[in-house]
Each structure stands twice: as structure tokens, then as C-alpha cells.
């Protein structure tokens, strides 16, 4: 538009930690202890370069969305790659340590720090009426996670209109339509400023204040162009 429990494997391993957003900080959970009669499970070792004992981590409360999550992991053969998936934004940006877009509908890192994939599916933007969103978006942060492995690191061209929009409308059986329109349009605030070029005259409307210079004057900043704030438009309605 941008660490997972798996039954798949039939049995969860017992040194696998589920992670939930407590004030914006990260604070792992031990399960409860399996029966002895259950025996441990150790993940194969990873393409990815991890170690055999990554472990993964999820933080996935909706159910149609771990569902989906299961089986396109198992159907991209990730089960033995280190993960942790979310579905929380501000957990998502805990672990990668930067800010995303709010607008995004998921998003997919490798942090070599961590040796793991780092996968978000952001349910707050996804359009949950249309019945394939979720599914084309868990499928498209998969796919990247996929071809992140194997070695393609390209990044999309356009959403919706690019190689992975037909891989993944072939895949889930939605139309390229649908896969455009999967998420919920994000709302725009009105521009509040205008800032003039001094230069070239140019005007140029902002939502906030700050320094820039004029692109169509110089390709790179410039303090000769350096956008002059001319008024104020919140301010002028609030008076009138």
C-alpha cells in the first residue's frame, strides 16, 4: 500500500515467548510449562543466517488473522525462519526502532541486529468489509518476506499496479482492484500554509512549518530559495 505460533508444527516449543504492548514497552511472558510427556521441539536452521534456537514471537489477539498467518507461512515454507509478527503499529516500531506510517497497511523488515523478519499487519487500516483485504495483505508482507530469502531485494514500483500486485491477486484469487483498494483510505488535513519561492514566485502549500527550498530553483537546498511563509490560511478564517 510497508515468533509466529504455528500449528502447522502441531506442537508449540516450550522456549517460545509471546510478547504483548504494555505503555508502549515490550514485556515478554513465559507460557506455562507443557507436560512431561510433550517433547521439546527445536526449529531447523534458518536460510536467513539465524541461529537454530531463534525463537519466535507473536502478537496476533485476532483469529482470522493468525489463521491466515499459519497458512501462508506454511504455504511460503517459513516455518523455519525466525519471525516476530505483530498486528500492533507501535510494537512493530518498538522493534525496528524508527517510526512508520500510520496509513500502511503492514510492512516487512529483516533486522540483522535481531536476526529475525519483522512482519506488521496494521488491522486498523485494512478495509475488514471487503472479505479478501486481509487475506491480500498478510499474503503480500509474506510474499516480500518470501523473496527477501531468496535473494530479490526489489522493492514495489507501484502499489497495486506491479509484479507482486499480480503475484499476489494470482495467489488469492482477488482481482487487481481488490488488491488496490484493500485498505481504508487515510484522511488528509487541509494545507494551513503557504510559503513563495523568492525566486520564481512559486507558492507552495504545507501542513506544517519548516525550512525548505525551492526544488523547481535548485535540485538540491539552497538558502538563495529558501520558502518565505506568506500567510497563515487557519488563522485568516478564524478572523474573518
Known sequence: MRCTEMIVARRTPRNVQSWHVQQDR???????KRKPSQPRQ???????GAPASAYRVQ???????F???ERYLWH????????RITTNRRAFETMLGRRVGAAIGG???YHPRLHSHLVLINLERIDR????SLEIVVVEELMHMRDWIDGDRRRHAKHGYDRIALRVADLTGASLEDVRTCLIPPKTRPARYVYRCPGCQ?????????????GSCAPTFDRRYVLRLECDLLAEKSQA
Open 107 to 109: 510492512a516487512y523488515v
Open 76 to 83: 511460503f515454507q517459513l516455518d523455519s525462519e525466525p519471525l
Open 67 to 69: 489463521g491466515l498467518v
Open 26 to 32: 515490550l514485556s515478554f511472558q513465559t507460557p506455562m
Open 202 to 214: 512559486r507558492t507552495v502549500n504545507r501542513k506544517r512549518t519548516g525550512v525548505w527550498s525551492c
Open 59 to 65: 502478537d496476533i489477539e485476532d483469529g482470522e488473522t
Open 129 to 132: 468489509s471487503k472479505p479478501r
Open 42 to 48: 527445536s526449529f531447523p536452521a534458518s536460510t536467513s
